[in-house]
């Protein structure tokens, strides 16, 4: 089973009697737009100062997400890479203890003589 049969399909979260009336749809996409605006705005100040700016950016991304099929492919590819990486780690990580466990194996009988 790939990743992407598991995601959500692409397009507005917003509930249904919103999209039935358009007028309301675009006020709604306009308030979504302008809350993820403020939530990315913020990360960016935050990336320079204390605080997780990159967490933050990402969270407004999120909310954007909710309405914008552009922000959806960016998490979606984002999500895909994180998970890349994470696994590269594992690998990495996996690799590094045989390492060692080989090199303990060899020093181990020198030790005891």
Do not use: C, N, Y
């Amino acid at each position: 089973m790939s990743a992407e049969s598991d995601e959500k399909p692409l397009g507005s979260r917003a509930p249904s009697f919103i999209q039935a009336s358009r007028p309301l749809h675009v006020s709604w996409r306009a308030g979504i737009f302008v809350v993820g605006l403020a939530v990315v705005v913020a990360g960016v100040i935050m990336l320079p100062l204390p605080g997780p700016g990159w967490l933050v950016i990402f969270g407004g991304m999120a909310v954007w997400a909710t309405e914008f099929i552009w922000a959806q492919h960016v998490l979606r590819w984002t999500r895909r890479k994180v998970h890349e990486g994470t696994e590269w780690l594992k690998a990495r990580r996996a690799a590094r203890r045989e390492r060692k466990k080989a090199r303990g194996a060899e020093k181990a009988p020198a030790d005891m003589g």
